[in-house]
């Protein structure tokens, strides 16, 4: 049976809405495209942005290798931020917001100028970008269990669901994004540790393969938007109490802590 995209996108948004996953679309439309699954992930956003929220990044996922091996697939994919994912280093979500959240860490990147596919190349990427800061993503899965395909994430907006940006506001003059270490505390111990490299070799080379992939879509990265190149390890899920820290070189650090609704920072 051919996937709607309407009622697919539907039942993603009711999902997310009501705290309530649903069976992975891979498995109630076995025959889905990827292709499908991105107009799945545009209808819910022209949704949004028709209800009042604003388009202010992108995010790239599955740039590792690992991650691809897991998705048996050859790129990454890619979701959209809006206004209400973004947080400021320090605060406090409430795992009330999200269904089975992880979180990530990664470098940001803030654009200065468009950058608009299909023949972006690095140096077009330098030349757009305004400043890098560390980042913290938050990623969440209204499909089951996080039982999901290649198909099944890029539907569900890439599984976005929050940044937190930290740091200092760097320029990329004089800075080897290959070689930029980054380490990893959870609850104030040491967790993980990475490079830059882990994400496609370079993380300019991401926001070059994300600029060109949109391009099919008719959608480009903009001035002033903020574009999580990916992240430098894997996902970690966010439980009650929990606090991370990134600290990457250069380029200075981000925390995120993760509460219970009444005891949370947010709302």
Do not use: C
């Not at 505390?185 to 882990?198: I, Q, V, W």
Request: no cysteine; charged share 20%.
């Amino acid at each position: 049976m051919k996937v709607s995209i309407h009622a697919a996108a539907t039942d993603l948004l009711a999902a997310e809405e009501a705290k309530q996953p649903i069976k992975p679309l891979t498995v109630t439309h076995p025959a889905i495209t990827v292709d499908e699954a991105y107009y799945i992930q545009l209808e819910q956003i022209r949704r949004k942005v028709g209800d009042g929220a604003i388009i202010v990044g992108k995010k790239i996922g599955a740039t590792s290798k690992a991650i691809q091996q897991m998705f048996q697939v050859d790129q990454p994919d890619y979701g959209h931020l809006l206004d209400d994912m973004m947080f400021l280093d320090g605060d406090t979500l409430s795992l009330d917001r999200y269904l089975q959240p992880k979180v990530e860490f990664e470098i940001a990147f803030v654009l200065k100028k468009d950058l608009k596919g299909p023949n972006v190349t690095i140096l077009d990427v330098l030349d757009a970008t305004d400043y890098i800061v560390p980042a913290i993503e938050v990623i969440d899965s209204r499909i089951e269990n996080w039982n999901i395909k290649f198909e099944d994430t890029v539907a569900d907006n890439g599984s976005s669901a929050g940044a937190i940006l930290g740091g200092n506001p760097t320029s990329l003059e004089n800075i080897d994004l290959t070689n930029i270490g980054m380490v990893v505390y959870k609850n104030g111990e040491y967790f993980d540790s990475a490079a830059g490299a882990a994400v496609m070799g370079n993380p300019l080379r991401a926001v070059a393969w994300l600029a060109n992939s949109l391009a099919k879509y008719d959608v480009w990265l903009k001035a002033g938007e903020v574009v999580l190149s990916g992240a430098l390890t894997a996902a970690v899920p966010a439980e009650h109490n929990d606090s991370f820290t990134a600290e990457f070189a250069h380029i200075g650090s981000v925390s995120v802590s993760f509460k219970s609704q009444n005891e949370a920072g947010d709302n």
